[in-house]
């Protein structure tokens, strides 16, 4: 392991020489120039309370709030899948979280569990079938570790800023130890193959690797989407298209709008090219502006232009609605972070 908490750190550093900040939007420039004094490997082990992965990360709340979302989930689910993907590992030293059973009743946690229900919800292959998972914007390794958890025989593949590469390799090295790992200090070209990776498990590495003849039987992008430019999901949405397997599944759940890279990002712009039909559509479980939006590679059928429609539609009556959201939109940037401050000051 001490080998690799080495590649962990000679990994971010290469990373950071040859970072290739096209791919950095003014939100991500905001949010980890911030914190470039706490990257430093010490601190890694308190990433979940010491900041670093603000952003990243969903606020616990209190305790009440926790248990009433883990009930919710649980009736809604099952308490035996919810459970067998809770962990029992707190990486990161994550406060104030509830436990049950001696796991951690993580909210973030119970979000992206029932990412993956939606997932197996939409999938015909058996689990030991799916060979190539890709998560892009994995933050710290929240649903990475869930699917790692989960489909034991797949090799997964984690696209994303070296910040976030640099905690997530930590969490998932430390929840997963014995795992074979590829760390971007491990290539010597930008460049993955099946050659590259036909030994490990997870792969970890910045988006301006290049994909080499990999076929990906789900790709997913959870909540991140939202925070790049057009030109960055354009990028993605390339390399999706072109890298996806026959039937294989894109699982796409982010806001309908957000403006923190100085403009609206609206899913219904999202370029998908018309070879794709939808397999879920919906508001995601437990939030007001997020919406789960799964599709099937299908080139004989295609609904997915239609469906971007009835999201345009969704989000306009999402917009009048009176929430967080509404405010959000009618007050300037600044001074609905400083209104945001004082609410969650006074909620702790």
């Not at 950095?24 to 905001?30: A, G, L, M, N, T």
């Not at 470039?36 to 010490?42: E, G, T």
Request: hydrophobic share 35%; proline share 2%.
């Amino acid at each position: 392991m001490r080998i690799n908490f080495r590649k962990i750190i000679k990994s971010y550093q290469k990373s950071k020489n040859d970072y290739e900040y096209f791919f950095k939007s003014d939100h991500w420039k905001r949010g980890y120039d911030k914190k470039n004094i706490l990257l430093n490997f010490k601190n890694l082990k308190n990433f979940r309370n010491n900041s670093l992965s603000f952003g990243l990360d969903t606020r616990v709340g209190s305790i009440d709030k926790q248990r009433r979302l883990y009930e919710e989930i649980k009736k809604q689910i099952s308490e035996e899948f919810v459970n067998n993907n809770l962990s029992n590992k707190n990486i990161g030293n994550l406060k104030n979280c509830l436990v049950v059973k001696d796991k951690l009743v993580d909210p973030n946690a119970l979000f992206h569990i029932n990412c993956l229900h939606e997932i197996m919800s939409c999938l015909k292959k058996k689990n030991d079938e799916i060979n190539l998972i890709c998560e892009i914007g994995a933050g710290f390794g929240s649903l990475s570790r869930i699917f790692a958890n989960t489909f034991i025989n797949s090799k997964i593949i984690i696209v994303d800023l070296p910040e976030a590469n640099y905690l997530c390799s930590y969490y998932l090295l430390k929840n997963f130890p014995n795992k074979r790992y590829l760390f971007y200090s491990d290539l010597k070209e930008n460049i993955l193959s099946k050659d590259t990776i036909k030994d490990k498990e997870i792969i970890i590495i910045p988006p301006w690797v290049k994909f080499e003849n990999l076929k990906i039987d789900i790709y997913s992008n959870i909540r991140s989407f939202m925070e790049m430019d057009y030109n960055v999901i354009q990028f993605y949405f390339d390399q999706i298209q072109k890298n996806i397997s026959n039937d294989g599944i894109f699982v796409n759940i982010n806001r309908y709008n957000k403006k923190t890279v100085g403009y609206s990002v609206k899913l219904e712009n999202y370029p998908y090219d018309e070879n794709w039909s939808v397999l879920t559509s919906k508001l995601a479980w437990n939030h007001l502006n997020v919406h789960t939006l799964i599709t099937k590679r299908n080139n004989n059928f295609s609904n997915i232009y239609k469906e971007l429609n009835r999201i345009k539609w969704l989000r306009r009556v999402n917009n009048l609605k009176i929430n967080k959201h509404f405010i959000k939109n009618i007050l300037p940037h600044d001074i609905f972070l400083f209104f945001q401050k004082i609410y969650h000051y006074f909620r702790r």
